[in-house]
């Protein structure tokens, strides 16, 4: 969602108000962009209920000031990394053997959170965010 101009999908018309519609760099107060918000809150139902994008958790993060909080959903799988075979020992009757090293890779949605208060009533907060989705992209 392109929440810094302005569009239209599936019947809801969006538009940022200013060249700052999220208030970066003022406080929460007067930029604009308040967590909690009742309309942010609407805004983020209306898209939801047209299908334009889907809530897959709600996670509660608690963080003291300058250290990260992290969440993560998803899973891993296993991949082949390398393979090797051993030679057979024909008088002993043992045949080759076909070995597998496998990795594990991880997959799915992470976010990172770090807040710092500056002030009262003015917090700085980093988020990083991290997306994956297992492929057969490249085998063979």
């Known amino acids: 969602v392109n929440m810094f101009g302005s569009g239209e999908s599936n019947g809801i018309t969006w ?3 200013g060249d700052n519609p999220m208030g970066l760099g003022k406080p929460l107060s007067n930029s604009g962009f308040n967590i909690g918000s009742s309309s942010l809150q609407a805004y983020v139902n209306a898209l939801e209920q047209s299908g334009v994008m889907k809530t897959l958790a709600e996670p509660t993060l608690t963080a003291v000031s300058g250290e990260k909080a992290t969440f993560k959903v998803g899973g891993e799988y296993n991949i082949v990394s390398s393979q090797s075979i ?4 024909i008088t002993k009757g043992i045949p080759s053997k076909l070995t597998y090293q496998l990795d594990k890779v ?18 700085s907060l980093k988020v990083r965010t991290a997306v994956s989705e297992p492929t057969t992209e490249g085998s063979a």
């Open 15 to 17: 538009s940022a108000t």
């Open 106 to 123: 991880e997959y799915g949605i992470g976010l990172e959170f770090q807040p710092v208060v500056l002030s009262a009533g003015r917090i």
């Open 86 to 89: 051993t030679d057979p020992d």
